[in-house]
């Protein structure tokens, strides 16, 4: 099991950037595949950027693909979520999520965070 805490997120400009911050802790945490997610208000949860256990892999949905990067730093168990070229529809509430296996952490991962608030101002 992991635990994962997000951090980074808040108010920004249209066409600012932010970068979310997840710490994972738990047994054989780097050993997860990890995702991203997202939730606008009054709109069912979407999934934003996924990455390998190992790093060597990341998936992205199309709507932030060129704009947002994944990665991860196994050593210090933190998956970054930089988020450049914001747009106001980028608003909402992003959660960090882990997953044993790859071809769920985009779909219906196993473990997630509490969230973080990102708006984007027009």
């Known amino acids: 099991q992991v635990q994962l805490v997000e951090s980074g997120g808040g108010l920004v400009q249209a066409g600012g950037s932010l970068r979310l911050s997840c710490a994972v802790s738990?047994?054989?945490?780097?050993?997860?595949?990890m995702g991203w997610f997202r939730q606008a208000s009054g709109k069912e949860r979407e999934f934003v950027a996924a990455?390998?256990?190992?790093?060597?892999?990341?998936y992205y949905a199309d709507s932030v693909k060129g704009r947002f990067t994944i990665s991860r730093d196994n050593a210090k168990n933190t998956v970054l979520l930089q988020m450049n070229r914001l747009k106001p529809e980028d608003t909402a509430v992003y959660y960090c999520?882990?997953?044993?296996?790859?071809?769920?952490?985009?779909?219906?991962?196993?473990?997630w965070g509490q969230g973080t608030q990102v708006t984007v101002s027009s």
């Open positions: 999520a882990a997953d044993w296996n790859w071809a769920q952490v985009s779909i219906q991962p196993d473990y």
């Open positions: 738990g047994r054989a945490s780097n050993m997860y595949a």
């Open positions: 990455i390998r256990k190992n790093g060597a892999g990341t």
